[in-house]
């Protein structure tokens, strides 16, 4: 089974390729014809077709989906000369086809009826993120015949990727996190709309992925409304299926008899059954870029010693390896790729003769064929990877500078032993001095929260909280995000984020073990770029550990509802109380107790109010209705905490 990473970039390229599968390739499985305004056919109805020169037409919202799985050279390789903001000024271009790929809003369906009075494009593939309301699609019929244009429209597609996919296992849906939690004090329209949007992109990724899931929840909160929203569009979409027998099916992968075996279970959870992952400091690679530097859509921005950008994804072949792994572990694997790089390079210009493998001018023409050969297809490929590799590098570089001027070590170590912490121990940490100075104010707020949420109820007293409010205020912290924890956790008891299994002891380096190797393996590296002594000076004192084995709530649930058998009584009992939701199953049946128990090899999570880095694993889907980094999700604690006083 292939990610949904993959199933989405296959997708997008089946939709550029006319919306004719690839040579080579499975045709996707998320595609359904709406309606064509004006022709059911389209003049490229073969895979084995010609490649055709178009332009792309985008939104801002598409612009980002093909923005995190494809680059500018994967465009072209797929025909696309130029692409294109849908509102902006356009030159009209009669001879070349135009494929639309758009959020189906009425401002947009307004703005492709002005391009087709103009005759923009010699003819449109228009397509849309989510599915086309009819009344939207009639509109559109309207206008392009009283312009008499219709005859223009070559397609009109419902694609269902109104998700983003920065990474194989990791998704998120197209719209911000709302400004309210559901809920609150939201009007009840508000809230039903923002249940709309969630499932409606939920419903993008199951499409994407291609089965039908048996979906669970826990009762009473924001991710039931979706569960039971999610579960009603799927069983539309099979209805409709089976009243088309098949003609129009979304889950294609079903269709074989075996899918009722290979069904994956889909977790929906609230946010509120664990904040800490999403304010705790992270030691993993990827967690470490999301705290440390301006990451949006695979794009990083490092600012320091000057302006730079990298894009990390699935084609960095070293980000695909690393990103989840813990950073002095990605230290070394750097220092193990560019011991490889010197060897290949050193092996080529040996039996080629250039001195340089940057400068292929060098190479003797008058050499044999073979070593021509070895060195045009060997060069390239060499080049790119030192390009990636430098990236690395320059991260590596600015995210140990971060370590060092922010302790993060010393926070990540404090944090994996949260439960051995008492509220003196907390207050010893925030008011210690440290050699390359104190902690940020935003570092020591979220250490509190993630103490105070890591709490036994009622084992923080009012005393306790009154002192660590006013030694945070003492530093210029705005504390209305530990309020507002405070008062949902009052009112909601919220799961305490409690270690379950495993030791919560992080394992400590000797500073001579396999891990800080890599650190100095890294700092080796370095030492032509940092000046004389500073890298000793870098790396010092920086703590070497692998996170302990403890699993998150979120890991705890999933893993209870996965494969029961191997579960806790306690996961059970909270497990078995949750909705189960079965599509294909009698709309009515009750599924009961230990009936609902059942082992899955495929699963997908989704959290209703924001994802993070930290909780990611390696082996299912997971996604929410945003990727927040910390201080993103404290900021919004903070907004929350003062508009809901």
């Known amino acids: 089974m292939g990610t949904l990473q993959q199933a989405q970039t296959e997708a997008l390229l089946s939709l550029l390729n006319l919306n004719n599968p690839l040579e080579q390739s499975a045709s996707p499985p998320n595609l359904t014809v709406t309606k064509s305004v004006a022709t059911t056919t389209s003049k490229f109805s073969t895979s084995t077709a010609p490649l055709v020169w178009k332009v792309l037409v985008l939104d801002q919202q598409t612009k980002d989906v093909f923005a995190t799985v494809l680059r500018v050279q994967d465009l072209r390789d797929v025909g696309v000369t130029l692409h294109v903001q849908l509102h902006s000024t356009r030159p009209p271009l009669r001879d070349v086809p135009a494929v639309y790929f758009v959020s189906p809003t009425l401002a947009n369906i307004r703005r492709i009826a002005e391009d087709l009075e103009k005759c923009l494009y010699e003819s449109f593939h228009l397509n849309f993120v989510e599915p086309l309301p009819r009344a939207l699609l009639e509109e559109l019929a309207a206008s392009a015949a009283s312009a008499g244009t219709g005859e223009l429209v070559e397609q009109v597609i419902d694609q269902y990727l109104s998700f983003i996919a920065p990474s194989p296992s990791l998704f998120s849906l197209l719209s911000p996190l709302p400004a309210q939690p559901l809920g609150s004090s939201q009007p009840k329209q508000q809230i039903e709309d923002e249940v709309e949007r969630i499932a409606n992109g939920l419903f993008s990724a199951v499409v994407t992925a291609g089965h039908v899931p048996i979906i669970r929840a826990p009762k009473g909160n924001a991710a039931e409304m979706v569960a039971k929203k999610l579960e009603q569009k799927i069983r539309d979409a099979l209805l409709t299926s089976s009243r088309t027998h098949g003609a129009t099916t979304l889950f294609s992968q079903d269709s074989s008899g075996l899918s009722s075996l290979q069904r994956p279970l889909l977790l929906i959870l609230d946010r509120n059954v664990d904040l800490v992952p999403m304010i705790s400091h992270g030691w993993t690679y990827q967690a470490l870029v999301s705290d440390c530097l301006d990451m949006k859509l695979n794009r990083v921005v490092v600012t320091q010693p000057q302006k730079r950008a990298y894009d990390l994804d699935s084609k960095d072949f070293f980000w695909a390896r690393n990103a989840a792994n813990p950073f002095p572990q990605?230290?070394?694997?750097?220092?193990?790729?560019?011991?490889?790089?010197?060897?290949?390079?050193?092996?080529?210009?040996?039996?080629?003769?250039?001195?340089?493998?940057?400068?292929?001018?060098?190479?003797?023409?008058?050499?044999?064929?073979?070593?021509?050969?070895?060195?045009?297809?060997?060069?390239?490929?060499?080049?790119?990877?030192?390009?990636?590799?430098?990236?690395?590098?320059?991260?590596?570089?600015?995210?140990?500078?971060?370590?060092?001027?922010?302790?993060?070590?010393?926070?990540?170590?404090?944090?994996?032993?949260?439960?051995?912490?008492?509220?003196?121990?907390?207050?010893?940490?925030?008011?210690?001095?440290?050699?390359?100075?104190?902690?940020?104010?935003?570092?020591?707020?979220?250490?509190?929260?993630?103490?105070?949420?890591?709490?036994?109820?009622?084992?923080?007293?009012?005393?306790?909280?009154?002192?660590?409010?006013?030694?945070?205020?003492?530093?210029?912290?705005?504390?209305?995000?530990?309020?507002?924890?405070?008062?949902?956790?009052?009112?909601?008891?919220?799961?305490?984020?409690?270690?379950?299994?495993?030791?919560?002891?992080?394992?400590?380096?000797?500073?001579?073990?396999?891990?800080?190797?890599?650190?100095?393996?890294?700092?080796?590296?370095?030492?032509?770029?940092?000046?004389?002594?500073?890298?000793?000076?870098?790396?010092?004192?920086?703590?070497?550990?692998?996170?302990?084995?403890?699993?998150?709530?979120?890991?705890?649930?999933?893993?209870?509802?996965?494969?029961?058998?191997?579960?806790?009584?306690?996961?059970?009992?909270?497990?078995?109380?949750?909705?189960?939701?079965?599509?294909?199953?009698?709309?009515?049946?009750?599924?009961?107790?230990?009936?609902?128990?059942?082992?899955?090899?495929?699963?997908?999570?989704?959290?209703?109010?924001?994802?993070?880095?930290?909780?990611?694993?390696?082996?299912?889907?997971?996604?929410?209705?945003?990727?927040?980094?910390?201080?993103?999700?404290?900021?919004?604690?903070?907004?929350?905490?003062?508009?809901?006083?």
């Open 330 to 645: 990605v230290a070394e694997e750097i220092d193990s790729e560019l011991n490889k790089y010197k060897q290949d390079a050193a092996e080529i210009t040996r039996s080629t003769g250039v001195s340089d493998v940057n400068d292929i001018s060098q190479l003797d023409l008058t050499s044999n064929a073979a070593h021509l050969k070895t060195a045009v297809t060997q060069l390239p490929e060499l080049t790119a990877r030192k390009a990636t590799l430098d990236t690395h590098m320059n991260l590596a570089t600015t995210l140990l500078e971060q370590i060092k001027k922010r302790g993060l070590d010393e926070l990540f170590s404090i944090e994996e032993a949260i439960n051995k912490q008492t509220v003196a121990s907390i207050l010893e940490t925030l008011r210690a001095p440290r050699p390359d100075g104190v902690f940020t104010p935003e570092d020591k707020l979220r250490l509190v929260l993630v103490f105070y949420l890591s709490s036994p109820n009622n084992a923080v007293s009012k005393d306790d909280i009154a002192e660590l409010e006013k030694e945070l205020k003492s530093v210029g912290v705005d504390v209305a995000a530990f309020e507002y924890v405070r008062r949902m956790r009052d009112i909601s008891r919220m799961t305490v984020s409690a270690v379950v299994g495993g030791t919560s002891t992080p394992v400590l380096g000797s500073g001579q073990g396999e891990l800080f190797r890599g650190f100095t393996a890294l700092g080796n590296r370095l030492t032509d770029r940092l000046k004389e002594g500073g890298l000793e000076n870098l790396i010092s004192g920086v703590k070497n550990f692998l996170p302990a084995n403890k699993l998150l709530p979120v890991t705890r649930l999933t893993e209870a509802l996965m494969d029961p058998s191997a579960a806790s009584n306690q996961s059970l009992t909270e497990t078995d109380d949750y909705v189960f939701l079965d599509p294909r199953g009698h709309r009515h049946a009750q599924v009961t107790g230990r009936a609902k128990r059942m082992a899955f090899a495929e699963g997908m999570v989704f959290i209703v109010g924001g994802a993070s880095y930290v909780e990611q694993g390696k082996r299912l889907t997971y996604g929410g209705t945003e990727i927040v980094d910390p201080e993103g999700f404290v900021s919004i604690l903070g907004t929350l905490g003062k508009t809901s006083t």
